[in-house]
C-alpha cells in the first residue's frame, strides 16, 4: 500500500467501535482482569497495556502507523522531538561511549548532544555532514552512533547520505536521522539504509503548532544488526533492571523494545493520548500539506531570489540553488519543505522585514499550517557574538521562513511590502 492510504487505515481496525475516528484512550491505567493476565503482560509472554507511561491503545495506532508510513518495523512515540533523540542515542550509548554528530542540526539537538548527555559521560564528536570527508576518521570502538538530519534545521543543508551510510555499515555502527523537516513524505531515510529516524512530529506532523510529540522507528531487519554485535553488549547480555532478560533472544524489534521497557519505563517522557491523537489527525493529511508547504515556498523563494535586496535564498528546491543536486538525487520531486531561509542586509534592516510583515508570525517554530519568521541572530542565536554567528553561518541579516499554506501571492505581496 501507499504512504497515503497508510496514513489514513494504518494501525486501527474500525470494526471494533464503528468509530471512524480513533478513539482517545484517556485513561492512566488498564484493568487486567486477572493476576495471571497482570502477570504475564509483565513478564512479556503477552503483550497488551501496563500503564500509560508504559503504552496506551490511541498511542499504539499512532505508532504503528508512522512506522507503516516510514516503511519501518516498528516505532515508539515520545512526549517531544527532544526527548525522542535523546531516548534513541540512550539505547545505543552508555557512560565511557561516544557518538558522531553533524554540525548542521537543530540547535536543541547540539545542546542536547554535545553538552547534556557529557554529563552523563557520552562524548560527542562533531562531523562535516556536507562532506563527511572527516567522519571514517572519528570512529573508534566506542562510537555507538552517528547522528544527522535529512535536511537541517536552521541550516537548510542536506547531507552526504550515501557516504554515511557507507561508512557506518563498514563499522557496523547505527545511524539515527532526524527526519523531521523533511517528513516521510519527502524522503524515507529507512529506505536509504538509515537503521532509526527520529521526529519532531510538533512540527509538520502535527502540522498546525498544535501538540508537542516525538517519534523514532526503527528499520526492517535491525534487529539482526544489533544481535551478536560487540559495539551493542546492552542487546545481547542480561539487563539487570529486567530481571536478567536478553532482548537478543526475543521475538520483537528490540531496539524499539529496549526504549519502551527500560528508558520510557524508568525515565517517562511518555507522549499524552490526546496528543497521540491529534498527531494521528496530522498525520492523515500531512502527505497533501507537504507537497502544498514546498509549492508555495517554491514560489516565495523565486520571489526572494529576484528581488535586489536580497543577497542569498537558501532552497535545496530552486534550481539555482548550490543543494539542488541532493534535493533530486534523495527528496520526492525535489521538493523541499516549507523551510527557507535568505540573507538582507544587516541586523536592524532583518528586525524591520519581521516588525513590518502582517500574515509571518513572529515565532520559534517551523511546520505550523500558518506562515513563520524568525531572525535567529536576534533570537535563536543572540548570545553569540558577531564572529562566532559568522562561524556557525548564521550571519546577522539571515532570516528564516516557515511557509504555510496560506495562498502564495499573499505572502509574496506581504514579502514585498517589508523589503520595501
Ligand atoms: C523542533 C525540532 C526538534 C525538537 O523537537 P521538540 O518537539 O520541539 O522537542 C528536533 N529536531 C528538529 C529538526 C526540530 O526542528
Given at each position: 500500500?501507499?504512504?497515503?492510504?497508510?496514513?489514513?487505515?494504518?494501525?486501527?481496525?474500525?470494526?471494533?467501535?464503528?468509530?471512524?475516528?480513533?478513539?482517545?484512550?484517556?485513561?492512566?491505567?488498564?484493568?487486567?482482569?486477572?493476576?495471571?493476565?497482570?502477570?504475564?503482560?509483565?513478564?512479556?509472554?503477552?503483550?497488551?497495556?501496563?500503564?500509560?507511561?508504559?503504552?496506551?491503545?490511541?498511542?499504539?495506532?499512532?505508532?504503528?502507523?508512522?512506522?507503516?508510513?516510514?516503511?519501518?518495523?516498528?516505532?515508539?512515540?515520545?512526549?517531544?522531538?527532544?526527548?525522542?533523540?535523546?531516548?534513541?542515542?540512550?539505547?545505543?550509548?552508555?557512560?565511557?561511549?561516544?557518538?558522531i554528530v553533524a554540525k548542521k542540526i537543530?540547535?536543541?539537538?547540539?545542546?542536547?548532544?554535545?553538552?547534556?548527555?557529557?554529563?552523563?559521560?557520552?562524548?560527542?564528536k562533531i562531523f562535516e555532514s556536507d562532506h563527511a570527508d572527516d567522519l571514517e576518521a572519528l570512529i573508534?570502538?566506542?562510537?555507538?552512533?552517528i547522528f544527522f538530519e535529512s535536511?537541517s534545521?536552521?541550516?537548510?543543508a542536506i547531507p552526504n547520505i550515501e557516504k554515511i551510510v557507507a561508512i557506518a555499515q563498514k563499522y557496523?555502527i547505527?545511524t539515527?536521522c532526524?527526519?523531521?523537516?523533511?517528513?516521510?513524505?519527502?524522503?524515507?531515510?529507512?529506505?536509504?539504509g538509515i537503521?532509526?529516524?527520529?521526529?519532531?512530529?510538533?512540527?509538520?506532523?502535527?502540522?498546525?503548532?498544535?501538540?508537542?510529540?516525538?517519534?523514532?522507528?526503527?528499520?526492517?531487519?535491525?534487529?539482526?544488526?544489533?544481535?551478536?554485535?560487540?559495539?551493542?553488549?546492552?542487546?545481547?547480555?542480561?539487563?539487570?533492571?529486567?530481571?536478567?532478560?536478553?532482548?537478543?533472544?526475543?521475538?520483537?524489534?528490540?531496539?524499539?523494545?529496549?526504549?519502551?521497557?527500560?528508558?520510557?519505563?524508568?525515565?517517562?517522557?511518555?507522549?499524552?493520548?490526546?496528543?497521540?491523537?491529534?498527531?494521528?489527525?496530522?498525520?492523515?493529511?500531512?502527505?497533501?500539506?507537504?507537497?502544498?508547504?514546498?509549492?508555495?515556498?517554491?514560489?516565495?523563494?523565486?520571489?526572494?531570489?529576484?528581488?535586489?535586496?536580497?543577497?542569498?535564498?537558501?532552497?535545496?528546491?530552486?534550481?539555482?540553488?548550490?543543494?539542488?543536486?541532493r534535493?533530486?538525487?534523495?527528496?520526492?520531486?525535489?521538493?523541499?519543505?516549507?523551510?527557507?531561509?535568505?540573507?538582507?542586509?544587516?541586523?536592524?534592516?532583518?528586525?524591520?522585514?519581521?516588525?513590518?510583515?502582517?500574515?509571518?508570525?513572529?515565532?520559534?517554530?517551523?511546520?505550523?499550517?500558518?506562515?513563520?519568521?524568525?531572525?535567529?541572530?536576534?533570537?535563536?542565536?543572540?548570545?553569540?557574538?558577531?564572529?562566532?554567528?559568522?562561524?556557525?553561518?548564521?550571519?546577522?541579516?539571515?532570516?528564516?521562513?516557515?511557509?504555510?499554506?496560506?495562498?502564495?501571492?499573499?505572502?509574496?505581496?506581504?514579502?514585498?511590502?517589508?523589503?520595501?
Amino acid at each position: 500500500m501507499n504512504q497515503e492510504t497508510l496514513a489514513l487505515h494504518y494501525g486501527y481496525d474500525k470494526k471494533q467501535f464503528g468509530t471512524m475516528s480513533v478513539p482517545v484512550y484517556q485513561t492512566t491505567a488498564y484493568d487486567f482482569g486477572s493476576a495471571e493476565t497482570a502477570a504475564n503482560r509483565f513478564a512479556l509472554k503477552e503483550l497488551g497495556p501496563i500503564y500509560t507511561r508504559l503504552n496506551n491503545p490511541t498511542t499504539d495506532v499512532l505508532e504503528a502507523r508512522i512506522a507503516a508510513v516510514e516503511n519501518g518495523e516498528a516505532a515508539i512515540a515520545t512526549a517531544t522531538g527532544q526527548a525522542a533523540i535523546f531516548f534513541a542515542i540512550a539505547n545505543l550509548a552508555e557512560a565511557g561511549d561516544n557518538i558522531i554528530v553533524a554540525k548542521k542540526i537543530y540547535g536543541g539537538a547540539t545542546t542536547l548532544l554535545t553538552h547534556t548527555i557529557k554529563r552523563f559521560g557520552i562524548q560527542a564528536k562533531i562531523f562535516e555532514s556536507d562532506h563527511a570527508d572527516d567522519l571514517e576518521a572519528l570512529i573508534d570502538d566506542k562510537t555507538k552512533a552517528i547522528f544527522f538530519e535529512s535536511l537541517s534545521n536552521p541550516q537548510i543543508a542536506i547531507p552526504n547520505i550515501e557516504k554515511i551510510v557507507a561508512i557506518a555499515q563498514k563499522y557496523n555502527i547505527i545511524t539515527v536521522c532526524d527526519n523531521t523537516v523533511a517528513t516521510p513524505i519527502l524522503f524515507q531515510p529507512l529506505n536509504h539504509g538509515i537503521d532509526v529516524s527520529v521526529h519532531s512530529a510538533s512540527k509538520y506532523i502535527c502540522g498546525q503548532g498544535s501538540a508537542m510529540g516525538g517519534l523514532i522507528v526503527e528499520a526492517k531487519g535491525l534487529n539482526a544488526k544489533l544481535i551478536g554485535n560487540p559495539r551493542y553488549p546492552q542487546f545481547n547480555e542480561p539487563d539487570e533492571s529486567y530481571h536478567g532478560l536478553v532482548y537478543a533472544t526475543l521475538p520483537f524489534p528490540i531496539f524499539s523494545l529496549r526504549i519502551r521497557l527500560s528508558l520510557i519505563r524508568d525515565i517517562g517522557a511518555t507522549i499524552a493520548p490526546f496528543n497521540s491523537w491529534l498527531l494521528i489527525q496530522g498525520l492523515e493529511t500531512l502527505s497533501l500539506r507537504v507537497k502544498e508547504h514546498s509549492r508555495n515556498a517554491y514560489k516565495v523563494a523565486s520571489f526572494l531570489k529576484s528581488h535586489p535586496k536580497v543577497k542569498k535564498v537558501s532552497y535545496p528546491a530552486l534550481e539555482s540553488d548550490p543543494l539542488h543536486g541532493r534535493a533530486k538525487q534523495y527528496f520526492k520531486e525535489g521538493q523541499t519543505s516549507g523551510l527557507l531561509s535568505f540573507e538582507v542586509d544587516g541586523f536592524e534592516f532583518a528586525k524591520q522585514i519581521l516588525n513590518t510583515t502582517k500574515i509571518f508570525s513572529v515565532v520559534v517554530n517551523i511546520g505550523d499550517s500558518k506562515s513563520i519568521i524568525t531572525h535567529p541572530a536576534s533570537t535563536t542565536h543572540q548570545q553569540l557574538s558577531v564572529e562566532e554567528l559568522e562561524l556557525t553561518g548564521v550571519k546577522t541579516g539571515l532570516i528564516r521562513l516557515s511557509i504555510g499554506l496560506e495562498n502564495a501571492d499573499d505572502l509574496i505581496e506581504d514579502l514585498k511590502i517589508a523589503l520595501g
